[in-house]
Structure formats: C-alpha cells, structure tokens
C-alpha cells in the first residue's frame, strides 16, 4: 500500500488526513525502521507493508467503532504502538495510555511520541497482570484495546479489568476469533463483559480476514483477576 493509497482508502472510510497528520505517519515509519536496528520491534519493514500491515490495519478499528469522542484509552500489549498511535495520529484528542512487559519498546515509544509531538500519552513498563490490579488504572478507561495474538481468554482477563463499567475491549482479530469467542464465552461473562458485536472484513490486497470484537463492560471485574503474571497464560480461564 503506497502512501497516496493508504490516504485514499482512510479518505473513502470518512478520515481526511492534513498535511501534518500524513508527515506523522512518515516520521513514524522512518523512525520504527531506524529503531528496528537495535531492537526487535517489527519483522515488517518494507515501506508498502508497514503502511498496510501496521498503519492502515490498527486504524481499521475506527471503520467500525467511534474514536471521534474524547476518550481514554489504554492499549495492552502495544509493542511498536499499535494500534494506538496510529489511532492517536488520525484522532489526536484520544487520550492513551499504553502497558507493555519489555521496557525497550518502552523507550522507544517515549521517543516516538517526541518525535511526532504527540500529547495525552503515557507509557507504562508493566506486566499486564500487575498494571490490571492498579488502583490508578483499574475500571479507569472508556475503551481498551488489544492487538495481540494471545487468544481471546487470555486477553480478557488483561484487559477487561480495566474498562470502567459501560466502557468498550475492542479486540482486533485474525481468521480465528469466532473460535477464539466461542471458547472465552464463560472467561468473558465471569470477568463482567458481554459480546456486543463482531466486525469481519478482508486486509486489502489479500493480507487476510480481520475481525473486530467488541465487548461492552456491564459490571466490575471481580477483585481476584487479572491472576498473577503468567497465570493467564499458562491457565486460561475456561
């Protein structure tokens, strides 16, 4: 995906970028490559790609769900920053708050935010787990997010803790989320989510099918989850 059709097709879906907006997708990518040298942040690199696979993908969230409000956010698991600062780029009111295990990434995303003079973000070295029992940051946020490959059990309990109640998890799929739903239906209900909806769409230029699973918040997340770091893992809740 070149640069003029990643802005076309974001143009078709409503969001029309501004010069400087465009310029902050390319600092990011020109600087997501120089990182990638000294620490593993992608395995994409290749400019139509990333644009494709990493930009156009974390925002194909706002086709389907509302970013327009003023909301916080927190992003789980957000390695290089996605899908959140790509969101963040098109919707600069968003108000994000990023966790993530390895603190590299963490630096790096400190610098990355410099470098696109993002405001209204803060990164955080935690466990998901741990950031999950944080009085500062449990049932706090409108809507969170995960793009991640743990299934969807596993991200439930890191995530849904901290939705405040009435708040969103948007988790953004592969091929198998209805699987993935089926087996998380209980670990849902138990952690204080329902289903709401799923959105299935096709990548353009046959990069796949993508789903879109949200769920909405009804009651708080009972005080014994998220479970000790690894726990998640290892044991999904059944």
């Not at 998901?128 to 439930?156: I, M, P």
Request: negative net charge; hydrophobic residues 40%; proline residues 5%.
């Amino acid at each position: 995906m070149t640069i003029t059709e990643f802005v076309e097709r974001l143009q078709a879906e409503g969001i029309t970028l501004s010069e400087r907006q465009i310029e902050q997708f390319n600092i990011y990518f020109n600087t997501l490559v120089e990182w990638n040298e000294k620490i593993n942040l992608t395995a994409i690199t290749e400019e139509t790609e990333v644009y494709l696979k990493h930009f156009y993908d974390s925002i194909t969230a706002s086709f389907y769900v509302d970013f327009t409000q003023d909301l916080t956010i927190c992003d789980v698991g957000a390695g290089a920053g996605f899908p959140s600062i790509p969101l963040k780029i098109c919707f600069p009111q968003l108000k994000i708050t990023i966790v993530d295990s390895l603190k590299k990434r963490i630096t790096f995303l400190n610098h990355l935010a410099a470098a696109l003079e993002l405001s209204d973000v803060a990164f955080y070295h935690d466990r998901a787990e741990l950031f999950g029992r944080n009085k500062q940051f449990r049932h706090q946020f409108d809507l969170v997010l995960a793009r991640a490959v743990a299934k969807t059990s596993v991200l439930s309990e890191l995530c849904l803790p901290l939705v405040k109640t009435g708040g969103q998890f948007i988790a953004m799929k592969g091929p198998n989320a209805e699987t993935e739903l089926k087996e998380a239906k209980n670990a849902i209900e138990l952690l204080g989510g329902e289903l709401d909806s799923i959105f299935t769409f096709d990548l353009p230029e046959d990069q796949g099918e993508r789903n879109i699973v949200r769920i909405i918040k009804r009651r708080q997340t009972p005080k014994q989850y998220p479970r000790k770091p690894g726990t998640p893992n290892k044991s999904p809740l059944a």
